[in-house]
């Protein structure tokens, strides 16, 4: 079956780094895509990693390793701002995407 | 109308009842997707259609229709409405005209209570 794994929720402080994994297992594999989402809102895309390496954006990386079905998302220098769910998903062979449950990230000030 | 927009925002609805879900987009994506959300699962694909006249089924298709008449409008019915259909539904579109992957835009959702 297909199943995307990332934890449940994580904390971190305002002005630190925190890195939110996310481990799949997908018929195919067509690209691995971060979300964000804050509460009660729609996911907006963050990033998009087809190849392996560090894709850098701003104050957010994404990391992919496809032999290992692994992928991880950084971000730097937190606020307050950056509360919110991080949602994982990966494109299967059919170009659908398969969702992980979500990361909700709480940061203290 | 700036990129995708659902309505209505927020629906009570008795079991039983037909309810239609709207979905506008002005992009000119051809394709579009019916996600629901639950708490504690990730999106689920409800149906999909990638290109005018054209409907696929995800991986929860059963209790939803949906149809795709032009490439802007991408309606959900729910034909007798069950308390598992309460949930958060997010429409989205992607331009996959290209080919390969590319990034879906979410409208804002739907909250729906099946009482």
């Known amino acids: 079956g297909q199943n995307i794994d990332q934890p449940t929720e994580m904390t971190a402080t305002e002005g630190a780094i925190v890195q939110i994994n996310c481990t799949y297992q997908?018929?195919?594999?067509?690209?691995l895509f971060w979300y964000q989402q804050h509460a009660g809102e729609a996911p907006t895309f963050l990033s998009y990693?087809?190849l392996d390496g560090l894709e850098e954006k701003g104050r957010f990386s994404s990391f992919l390793s496809r032999s290992k079905g692994y992928s991880y998302l950084l971000l730097k220098e937190l606020q307050m701002k950056d509360s919110a769910s991080y949602l994982c998903?990966?494109?299967?062979?059919?170009?659908?995407?398969?969702w992980g449950a979500g990361t909700k990230l709480i940061i203290k000030p | 109308i700036a990129g995708i927009t659902q309505a209505p925002t927020s629906q009570i609805l008795a079991a039983g009842r037909r309810m239609t879900l709207r979905c506008t987009q002005d992009m000119r994506h051809n394709a579009m997707y019916w996600y629901r959300q639950d708490l504690g699962l990730g999106l689920r694909l409800i149906h999909y259609?990638?290109?005018?006249?054209?409907?696929g089924k995800g991986e929860v298709p059963d209790g939803y229709s949906v149809s795709r008449a032009n490439t802007d409008d991408f309606p959900l019915t729910l034909a007798s409405a069950v308390p598992s259909q309460t949930s958060v539904y997010f429409c989205a579109s992607s331009d996959s005209t290209s080919g390969g992957a590319n990034e879906q835009f979410f409208g804002p959702g739907t909250r729906l209570t099946v009482l």
């Open positions: 259609s990638n290109t005018a006249g054209t409907t």
């Open positions: 998903a990966v494109m299967d062979s059919n170009y659908q995407l398969i």
């Open positions: 997908t018929s195919g594999f067509n690209g």
């Open positions: 990693n087809v």
